[in-house]
């Protein structure tokens, strides 16, 4: 198979063109309604997740008929691709290989358009400089003490936002987290343990926690046995880091 023809746009008066190959035109009707919902509020419809053959004047839709449908109800234009010498498996292919977009993907992408370029890019420059999880981070921007799925659309959207009175605060949940990177205390966690989105959660949860003692918790990590890298769970490792705090 090959791309020939780079990014397309359709219109609703080509519409007709557009055919569905019999034995993949019913999958859309199960998404149709969330897809729509997605396309309005994200605007996915500029992003070319409909492939297509040439057919004679019209085309063959190989991938990207719910994009397609959802274009249709909502009566926008949308973004498809040309491709040809297709492989006879290749919807199977498409639909056992895809891999939905990440948060990371999510922030590339918005870091790529002028008006949301410099908060994604400091955002995923972040994730990649101190090892915070996207969910994490995005609750440190919003000064939470948890994910949020709520948030996380919201991130999805383009829409991150970080209030000159949350940056301050943003900076020092930062360095709390990455001072835990870094000799000594790298001897008393494992990188697992400090990478994981679990124990990030937790121990954010504590430092939103005002009656929690930072200092106390670090000193104590250094000079008592833990049992962090066994636990898994949140509730688990909370419990934990408000135990070493207490010693």
């Given amino acids: 198979m090959k791309i020939h023809k780079i990014i397309q746009e359709a219109t609703p008066k080509d519409y007709e063109k557009f055919k569905y190959i019999p034995c ?13 919902l997605a396309i309005k509020e994200l605007n996915l419809l500029q992003l070319p997740n409909v492939l297509v053959e040439e057919d004679n004047g019209n085309y063959l839709v190989h991938d990207g008929q719910h994009t397609i449908e959802a274009a249709k109800k909502l009566r926008l234009n949308f973004a498809y691709v040309i491709g040809e010498d297709f492989p006879e498996n290749m919807m199977i292919y498409l639909n056992t290989t895809r891999k939905n977009w990440s948060l990371t993907d999510y922030g590339k992408y918005w870091s790529l358009k002028s008006k949301t370029s410099k908060i994604y890019s400091e955002f995923l420059q972040i994730k990649q400089d101190y090892g915070i999880s996207n969910q994490v981070l995005i ?13 996380n659309n919201t991130f999805k959207k383009g829409e991150l ?5 949350n940056r301050d605060h943003r900076n020092k949940i930062i360095s709390q987290l990455n001072q835990l990177n870094h000799a ?23 430092l939103e926690d005002f009656g929690f003692n930072y200092k106390k918790f670090t000193d104590n990590l250094l000079k008592h046995a833990n049992e962090l890298d066994k636990f898994k769970k949140i509730v688990d490792l909370q419990e934990e880091i408000y135990r070493l705090e207490a010693l």
């Fill in 24 to 36: 993949n035109r019913d999958k859309y009707y199960v998404h149709k309604k969330n897809i729509g």
């Fill in 139 to 151: 609750a440190i921007y919003n000064m939470k003490s948890r994910r949020n799925i709520p948030l």
């Fill in 161 to 165: 936002k970080l209030p000159r009175l």
């Fill in 184 to 206: 000594p205390y790298e001897r008393h966690l494992q990188s697992t343990t400090r990478k994981s989105q679990f124990f990030q959660e937790a121990l954010l949860s504590c």
